[in-house]
């Protein structure tokens, strides 16, 4: 499927101009061109991050005319660096083919039905838009162009989750899917030519283009991960203090100075990473009822058949602190002080299994006269 495709600087923003091989039928939630309409082209106007109007559909066709589109455009706008971000795709799958056009940002990133993060509604709030424009050879009738909208979507969010962002696609987005006149096909759902060709191209146009702009996969340590699974330094550090034995020798402030240390110097272990990180991917798939011959209801028990939490635990405490650390971590595994006792199956191991390294090292030092 060939499309033409223009970049233009108008009233000091770019645009893209997408050009059809010939006159097709649209269906869109575009600002311009929306619904049900023929048009030979669409374009992309790149507006100020902090843009607002009240009527921007008459701003964009402004420029459809001075590009000479008149009323024969489908028109999208965007915070996004066009030319940074732009990316197009094409697939063929069994004589279908699709191309999509793509530009795509995650800044206002959100699960559909959930309540938009308070930093979205904030004045000073950079908006994001994922604008997808997908071409298909395959003359298809109005349902099959709502249709075609499914796998769009879905490979779309694909992508997000992929890049592993926690959403579905952002406030703004907006679709718009054009093909040759006439009404031969009904359907373009997943499992049709054109909605496998369709899915294919939006994926890999959107992974480009958030790639393209830094949306791409951002590695977590250990301590941002434990953090977002509600485990703070606090909550370990207290945790830490409650199975302590005091040493009138040891001053408490520098034992959770040097506690911190420890826990900060870690987080670049690769290793330490890796065995905390599975032991909370373990636990996200036993909540989900995902983990295979061990069913959620017992799961939630931590039933004592279950070793692999334990087996985890005790290779990250003898990895810190050796023989050492498996007594400690034996300590607090089975006291289970503060916030071991609010967590998971396998989360409670580690983290005691963290403490317990950590303080037998500490002790080691101390008793040792190091540092």
Known sequence: MDVKVEFH???????????????????????VGGGLSTAEAAVIMQVPTNYTDDAPERRLERVCEQLGLGKEAVGFMTAAHVKKVFSVSKEEKDGAEAAVVATAGLSNAVVAGEMLPMYTL??????GTINILAIVNIPLEDSGMANAFIPITEAKTSAIQELGARATGTTSDAVM?????????????????????????????????????GDGPRPTDYVMRLEERGVTFEDMWDAAQALYYPNPDWDIAKLKEMFESRINALRDDINVNALILSAIALDERGEAGRLYGLPRAQYLEDPVHLLADEMIAMALAQYISGTKGLFEYTRYDRKKPGILA???????????????????????????GGK
Do not use: Q, W
């Not at 600087?9 to 600002?31: C, E, N, Y």
């Not at 904030?122 to 908006?127: G, R």
């Open 9 to 31: 600087a108008i009233d000091g923003g770019d645009v893209v101009v997408v050009r059809f091989p010939f006159k097709m039928r649209t269906l869109s939630s575009a600002i």
């Open 122 to 127: 904030s004045d000073s709030f950079k908006a």
């Open 177 to 213: 899917v054009a093909c040759p006149e006439g009404s031969t096909f009904k359907y373009a759902g997943t499992a049709t030519n054109v909605g496998i060709a369709l899915a294919r191209a939006t994926k890999k146009a959107v992974l480009e283009c958030l790639t393209k702009n």
């Open 342 to 368: 609010e967590l998971p199956p396998f989360l409670d191991d580690v983290v005691a299994a963290l403490i317990g390294g950590i303080m037998s090292d500490i002790y080691t030092r101390l008793l040792e």
